[in-house]
């Protein structure tokens, strides 16, 4: 009987670590550095949480309104120089793809989209092969 209350301890220790390991992420840590790492000339719109929950996420979209004339630049932080298999993928409003950061088999850490008709644009981040799940991106502009 000892045994089984000994058994059911740990699975009970190892579960409430799993729990906690998921919980680590904080993207708002990424969003800061990201926003000093906008590119020359563009101005801090916004920054997105990339929060995939261990995995549990397969896909994280937001909406914004771009303007017709301007310049849009989107760039993923993780902490590292690699974007730890995180897409950006930009979609007009019609869900018609515009751009990504993965290209040909390559992570990039951003984009940058000249916009051509005013309306609202979907931004989705998505996993390959990530190991954190985690991350911030920001959204700068220039006209």
Do not use: H, W
């Not at 008709?117 to 920001?138: D, L, N, R, W």
């Amino acid at each position: 009987m000892k045994a089984i209350y000994m058994l059911i301890g740990a699975l009970s220790f190892i579960l409430m670590l799993s729990f906690q390991a998921k919980a680590q992420c904080d993207p708002s840590a990424y969003t800061d550095e990201c926003v000093s790492q906008l590119a020359d000339g563009f101005n801090f719109v916004k920054s997105y949480e990339i929060n995939g929950a261990g995995g549990s996420k397969d896909k994280i979209e937001y909406s914004y309104v771009f303007a017709k004339g301007t310049q849009y630049f989107m760039n993923i932080c993780t902490g590292s120089e690699s974007t730890d298999g995180i897409v950006l993928s930009l979609y007009d409003s019609n869900r018609k793809k515009v751009g990504t950061t993965y290209t040909n088999g390559s992570f990039n850490r951003g984009i940058v989209y000249p916009c051509n008709a005013t309306g609202i644009y979907y931004i989705t981040f998505t996993f390959e092969e990530s190991q954190k799940y985690c991350g911030g991106a920001v959204l700068g502009f220039k006209r």
